[in-house]
């Protein structure tokens, strides 16, 4: 069973304020994806990044995938109250057959 | 479109009581997914159907958890009995065949006393 870690467990920032989240595993991972979470509602799809090295921009959010396919970055740049969220990464195992969440990263974004 | 709905919104149950909880994809998506998240946690697989086969259960604690998706469309997912840690959110997700993301639904909130 593949493991996906996810650090800081808890962020509080003030709005304006750049931070970056990171997701990782000992495994190689086919693909990974970002989800973001708020309260009482179920995750939303941000991102799928798929080849090593990868980055993606999403306005103000940034999305990188390692170079050996183990390990995923989310930057925010000048984070705004409305990013506040539960961010979780997901991903398959390189064969493609298990599907799994990291615990995510609580984000509060004070105004 | 409309995305996948779940109902009930909320649970509340003693242990030992039986509970079900209904999902019902976006149209068309032919793979189903049942996620247990309880608090503080990423979300866990249960159950992943493909139209109205189960590809992977693993996960799923089959001496109380039962799903069924008979039609390929709407699901169930059934306890029975309910233990106190059976408290989470359960999450349905759904996606289209041969693609990998998934939409959620708002997830059902079970509250065990």
Known sequence: ?111 | EAGVAQSPRYKIIEKRQSVAFWCNPISGHATLYWYQQILGQGPKLLIQFQNNGVVDDSQLPKDRFSAERLKGVDSTLKIQPAKLEDSAVYLCASSPSGRREQFFGPGTRLTVL
């Open chain 1, 1 to 111: 069973t593949q493991l996906l870690e996810q650090s800081p467990q808890f962020l509080s920032i003030q709005e304006g304020e750049n931070l970056t989240v990171y997701c990782n595993s000992s495994s190689v991972f086919s693909s990974l994806q970002w989800y973001r979470q708020e309260p009482g509602e179920g995750p939303v799809l941000l991102v799928t990044v798929v080849t090593g090295g990868e980055v993606k921009k999403l306005k103000r959010l940034t999305f990188q995938f390692g170079d050996a396919r183990k390990d995923s970055s989310l930057h925010i740049t000048a984070a705004q109250t409305g990013d506040t969220g539960l961010y979780l990464c997901a991903g398959f195992d390189n064969y493609g057959q298990n599907f799994v969440f990291g615990p995510g990263t609580r984000l509060s974004v004070l105004p």
